[in-house]
């Protein structure tokens, strides 16, 4: 625990204007991003007196080792810069909303020639007019079923659409009227175009224009005795009115806002948003988070419109967005917000009327659904804590070890072997710190020598992170443990770096590292001769602070170092099962990796060994020759004659097909006859 004394700037040091702080632990890691319209006054806020602190920001200031800060001009540069920097750097003493569940939105993709209409979920596409979120994907579905009786868009996927335009057949939704068919040509793409952008204008609340041009239409066919068609506008008219009572009006006068409630209590809170288009709620989504750090109902909001908001733009961010309490720098917050929409953006509190009845439905909807996270999260607590406890007690660790790593090794039959590292923090996994490996210390398979390889790498790279950041003054000794130049990570006997997910050679910048934190325990997928071969791996890299131990297949049974029977935990305990999940994960994560490598060595073909020839040049060789074989005969001649290919390149490709080994010849199984490549036949 650090005393702020040791890091408070000296007086005058800092500067009384506007910008962004950040503070750092010991670890160099960023812990809080804070703004401030005065960053000398804000930060002698947090070296008063311990006492006088919130128990959060007492714990925060005393986690941190140091503090900087950034100058802006505008309080709402401070406000941008602060939200980038809580992205960038997910600093554990912020509040971060995290969404209660995956909401689906109404896409429509008008970045297509021929634009599709579907559910979509995830980060949002440029060029894809999104509508929603909605509570189910069902409820999307429905919507569109009634209203392609009046916008017969296509809704395919591109394969189905590929194949009716290959096949001159449209899919079973052409057939009934309910797709206009653009792939058999049925309608132009521009024809098609202007269907899909009436679908936009109806779901983004013009509705009115379309019921009375159809109650027209209607009309009209009934004085023409036009029966059948008449019966069928007025269908049509039905089904639109089904889609628009699923939203019923709630503002009378037509409004397009976002509402935001929130929930709290001293531990958590919970927010909701009613998305309200035309008068109707189009929208609806929540998010919970823990208050770690001493934040009140108008920060909360802050927080919630910045993440909200901070990656859309137009139309997306409403004239108006209704609050249960205003931002401190409620106008630095409306203008960001006007910013973003390119128009004026009304942000307030609703006073009166049908907006103050609306919020006050939003906030019953915030408080039910903090009542409802609080009991699923107490039952999840309960059990995550008895498990960890349990862990704690069999192993005979001083402690729960909040966070813990697991390693398994995955090959088939000796070939491409590899190593996944999966962490469970809390005895929840956090799969941005998942790890994997390349085992080519050796050839063939050996597990215990893989798993020795691997954790010696994990945990080198551990140590060089604190000699870096000047946690170990001296570098300690280390036998038989030296790297080769330039390939951190590597064994001196010739084992290759990390796989690596993230770009190498990264300043201290504040960023999560990626092996700088160490696990209070290290579980291995095997038995005894895994689990020794871990801790001789660790015993030579001098660390004795990190438990090791074993989870066995066959019987569940947990190996510890240095003993000859087992641990058995009882079937029924909460930490076996973790134990297991934890296991479990890292074999699939491990899996998944050795049959993608196995998929992309199979793949593979000697234009991969062209120095400079990239994708787009190896489709257009084979496009020109049509197969492999081909252009395997082909002369440097009439490979220099593909557009984009020189004759350097043509050569390397005629030397790369020279170097692979010859293709096993094609066996007529029925006559036993060897095939030659011209499709003649030689006999033995």
Same mark, same amino acid.
């Given at each position: 625990m650090a005393d702020p004394s040791s890091y408070r700037p000296k007086p005058g040091q800092i500067p009384d204007s506007p910008g962004v702080y950040r503070f750092r632990d010991d670890h160099r890691r960023v812990i809080y991003v804070g703004k401030a319209k005065s960053l000398r006054q804000r930060l002698a806020n947090y070296f008063q007196d311990l006492a006088g602190l919130h128990p959060r920001t007492r714990t925060m200031v005393t986690t941190a080792a140091s503090v900087e800060w950034t100058v802006v001009s505008?309080? &709402?540069?401070?406000?941008?810069?602060?939200?980038?920097?809580?992205?960038?750097?997910?600093?554990?003493?912020?509040?971060k909303y995290r969404d209660d569940k995956s909401y689906p939105f109404l896409a429509v993709t008008l970045n297509e020639e021929f634009p599709r209409?579907?559910?979509?979920?995830?980060?949002?596409?440029?060029?894809?007019?999104?509508?929603?979120?909605?509570?189910?994907?069902?409820?999307?579905?429905?919507?569109?079923?009634?209203?392609?009786?009046?916008?017969?868009?296509?809704?395919?996927?591109?394969? =189905?659409?590929?194949?009716?335009?290959?096949?001159?057949?449209?899919?079973?939704?052409?057939?009934?009227?309910?797709?206009? *068919?653009?792939?058999?040509?049925?309608?132009?793409?521009?024809?098609?175009?202007?269907?899909?952008?009436?679908?936009? @204008?109806?779901?983004?609340?013009?509705?009115?224009?379309?019921?009375?041009?159809?109650?027209?239409?209607?009309?009209?066919?009934?004085?023409?005795?036009?029966?059948?068609?008449?019966?069928?506008?007025?269908?049509?008219?039905?089904?639109?009115?089904?889609?628009?009572?699923?939203?019923?009006? =709630?503002?009378?006068?037509?409004?397009?806002?976002?509402?935001?409630? =929130?929930?709290?209590?001293?531990?958590?809170?919970?927010?909701?948003?009613?998305?309200?288009?035309?008068?109707?709620?189009?929208?609806?989504? !929540?998010?919970?988070?823990?208050?770690?750090?001493?934040?009140?109902?108008?920060?909360?909001?802050?927080?919630?419109?910045?993440?909200?908001?901070?990656?859309?733009? !137009?139309?997306? &961010?409403?004239?108006?967005?209704?609050?249960?309490?205003?931002?401190?720098?409620?106008?630095?917050?409306?203008?960001?917000?006007?910013?973003?929409? !390119?128009?004026?953006?009304?942000?307030?509190?609703?006073?009166?009327?049908?907006?103050?009845?609306?919020?006050?439905?939003?906030?019953?909807?915030?408080?039910?659904?903090?009542?409802?996270?609080k009991t699923k999260r107490a039952s999840d607590l309960t059990t995550r804590s008895r498990a960890l406890e349990e862990i704690a007690e069999a192993l005979g660790l001083d402690s729960a070890p909040l966070r813990i790593e697991c390693y398994d090794i995955s090959h088939l039959q000796g070939d491409d072997v590899v190593a996944s590292m999966v962490v469970f923090e809390d005895g929840l996994a956090r799969k941005g710190e998942y790890r994997r490996f390349q085992i080519k210390g050796f050839e063939g398979q050996d597990d215990v020598r893989s798993m020795h390889e691997v954790i010696g790498r994990r945990f080198r790279r551990y140590l060089q992170e604190k000699e870096r950041t000047g946690e170990w003054p001296e570098q300690p000794e280390r036998q038989d443990q030296s790297e080769e130049p330039g390939e951190p990570?590597?064994?001196?006997?010739?084992? !290759?770096?990390?796989?690596?997910?993230?770009?190498?050679?990264?300043?201290?910048?504040?960023?999560?590292?990626?092996?700088?934190?160490?696990?209070?325990?290290?579980?291995?997928?095997?038995?005894?001769?895994?689990?020794?071969?871990?801790?001789?791996?660790?015993?030579?890299?001098?660390? @004795?602070?990190?438990?090791?131990?074993?989870? *066995?297949?066959?019987?569940?049974?947990?190996?510890?170092?240095?003993?000859?029977?087992?641990?058995?935990?009882?079937?029924?305990?909460?930490?076996?099962?973790?134990?297991?999940?934890?296991?479990?994960?890292?074999?699939?994560?491990?899996?998944t990796y050795q049959r993608a490598k196995r998929a992309k060595r199979v793949r593979s073909s000697p234009l991969d060994d062209v120095p400079g020839l990239g994708e787009s040049r190896k489709q257009s060789l084979i496009k020109h020759f049509g197969s492999v074989k081909k252009l395997r005969q082909a002369t440097i001649d009439q490979i220099c004659e593909v557009p984009g290919v020189g004759r350097k390149t043509a050569e390397s490709v005629v030397v790369a097909f020279a170097k692979a080994a010859p293709a096993a010849p094609a066996v007529n199984t029925a006559t036993g006859e060897i095939m030659e490549d011209n499709g003649g036949s030689t006999h033995d």
């Open positions: 505008t309080e &709402v540069e401070a406000l941008q810069l602060e939200y980038s920097w809580i992205k960038e750097y997910d600093p554990r003493f912020n509040v209409v579907q559910v979509m979920r995830g980060a949002k596409k440029k060029g894809v007019r999104y509508f929603g979120p909605y509570g189910h994907a069902w409820a999307i579905r429905e919507t569109v079923d009634l209203m392609l009786r009046v916008f017969p868009v296509r809704t395919c996927s591109a394969g =189905v659409f590929k194949n009716a335009a290959r096949t001159g057949r449209p899919c079973l939704l052409g057939y009934i009227g309910k797709c206009s *068919a653009p792939c058999v040509g049925r309608v132009t793409p521009e024809e098609h175009r202007e269907l899909a952008e009436e679908f936009c @204008d109806f779901m983004a609340g013009r509705t009115g224009t379309y019921i009375r041009r159809l109650e027209q239409r209607m009309t009209e066919a009934a004085e023409e005795m036009e029966y059948e068609k008449a019966g069928r506008l007025r269908d049509d008219i039905g089904a639109l009115r089904r889609a628009m009572e699923k939203n019923a009006v =709630v503002l009378a006068d037509a409004t397009d806002a976002d509402l935001i409630a =929130v929930a709290e209590d001293e531990l958590e809170a919970a927010v909701q948003i009613f998305h309200v288009r035309g008068g109707r709620v189009r929208g609806q989504r !929540g998010w919970v988070t823990d208050k770690v750090e001493a934040v009140e109902t108008a920060g909360l909001v802050e927080h919630a419109l910045q993440q909200l908001y901070g990656e859309e733009s !137009g139309d997306a &961010v409403p004239k108006e967005v209704l609050v249960p309490a205003l931002p401190e720098d409620a106008e630095a917050v409306a203008q960001w917000l006007s910013e973003r929409r !390119g128009s004026q953006v009304s942000l307030r509190i609703p006073q009166r009327g049908d907006k103050k009845d609306l919020m006050a439905t939003v906030g019953r909807n915030a408080q039910q659904s903090l009542v409802l996270h990570g590597a064994h001196s006997d010739g084992s !290759g770096p990390l796989e690596r997910l993230e770009q190498p050679g990264r300043e201290d910048d504040g960023r999560p590292k990626r092996f700088a934190y160490p696990p209070q325990l290290v579980v291995v997928d095997g038995g005894q001769p895994q689990v020794a071969a871990a801790q001789r791996a660790l015993d030579e890299l001098g660390i @004795d602070d990190v438990a090791v131990c074993g989870l *066995a297949k066959r019987l569940e049974e947990v190996w510890v170092p240095g003993e000859s029977d087992p641990v058995v935990l009882p079937r029924s305990s909460e930490g076996l099962y973790l134990l297991q999940r934890v296991r479990d994960e890292a074999h699939r994560f491990a899996i």
